[in-house]
């Protein structure tokens, strides 16, 4: 089905569906706006083009683009989009107001991926060694997410949790926000408990909470599964691995990190139990998604497994202490029984909650509802009006002194 209208999407980064969920979200937005028989053209300011998806495969124009620079003004204005999505606020803040000026009718969509300033409070309150209070969200951080968030006409979410907190602590209009998690499907042929060995944790280890995670689970998790079953590895797969998680590897521990994974469903898909001590973080965790896709039970903490499940059992269990962790790990890890019970969890949460053909229609419903009516939609949000008019006048004089001053060097 062919329109007329063209989207542009401003990444943080190329989407890199293997090495991440943000990567695998940005390409369903994708997929669902092609389906709509939108135009799109993917730009980002981002060098690193060796693990991301091949755009033009798609048939998608890329563009990179600079911060700082009117360039994009003359790029923006040409093109001319009728919705453009900002990957994370921060990308946001550089181009948002560039968008306002240039092409005043396009409709600014947010697509968060997770509140930052949710993650950056509770790993505040971790490394104070203390408990996460609501109070801790009131950071700088929180001033420029909510900020970005009411100068956008809609705000994809992926946690429920996330939207309760916005409306409660924020008082961010329900207008401004929409739910819509990742999608997920189980995959088929999977192997049975007895074809299946070992743990395994997964994750992009340029995303802080994962370092976090595998150090906690070095230390403090898998000394006491390792006493129990000394013949079970833990496997560490993660794109990006920096020096200090590759120096955790340890043969006679059987603690073995291994990098990145050419197919993470692959190796999800052989393993017994998925282990996710999660201490902090935000949003859903796709590597939890994909652990029920294949299958997987999974051990994880009550961070990991937030807004995830709703009413429904976990696909496993949920434990913040680590040994109380170690323990469920283990039992998990030994009993088929349980394991395929917990197996049927997984599949039953993927089919309540993460079904595209639950979200597909009335998200594209709300799009096109909104582009009919921007006008009405932005006088209701008259907040949003005032930060766009004060952040277009500062950040935009800024952004000129920036450019003139690269001019000059």
Known sequence: ???????????????????????????????????????????????????????????????????????????????????????????????????????????????????????????????????????????????????????????????????????????????????????????????????????????????????????????????????????AKMLVYGAYPTQKVLELNSPKMNFLVKGRAEDALEVIREARVVLAPLRFGAGIKGKLLEAMQCGTPSVTTSIGAESMKGDLDWNGFIADDPNDFAAKAIELYANALLWKECQKNGFEILENRYQRSDFETAFLERISMLLQDLKAHRNTNFIGAILQHHTLSSTKYMSKWIEEKNKKH
Request: hydrophobic residues 40%.
């Open 1 to 231: 089905m062919e329109n007329s209208n063209h989207l542009l999407i401003i990444g943080f980064v190329w989407p890199e569906p293997k090495s991440s969920a943000a990567g695998g979200r940005m390409m369903q937005l994708i997929d669902l706006f092609q389906n709509q028989g939108y135009r799109i053209t993917f730009a980002s300011t981002a060098q690193n083009f060796e693990f991301s998806e091949d755009l033009n495969h798609y048939r998608i124009p890329t563009k990179t683009i600079e911060l700082n620079s009117s360039s994009f003004d003359d790029f923006v204005k040409e093109l001319n989009p009728t919705v453009v999505v900002f990957d994370r606020f921060m990308v946001e803040e550089q181009f948002g107001w560039r968008v306002s000026e240039n092409c005043p009718n396009a409709m600014k969509i947010l697509d968060t991926e997770d509140l930052h300033c949710l993650r950056n409070a509770r790993h505040t309150a971790l490394k104070e060694e203390r408990e996460f209070v609501l109070d801790d969200l009131f950071s700088e951080v929180a001033k420029r997410e909510i900020a970005s968030i009411l100068r956008c006409d809609l705000s994809l979410m992926v946690s429920e949790y996330e939207i309760e907190v916005l409306q409660s602590q924020f008082r961010i209009s329900s207008d401004l926000l929409f739910y819509l998690p990742l999608f997920a499907a189980p995959i088929h042929a999977i192997p049975t408990f007895k074809e299946r060995n070992h743990f395994v944790f997964i994750g992009n280890f340029l995303h802080e909470p994962n370092w976090d995670t595998v150090q906690f689970l070095n230390k403090e998790i898998w000394p006491v599964i390792h006493s129990k079953l000394p013949l």
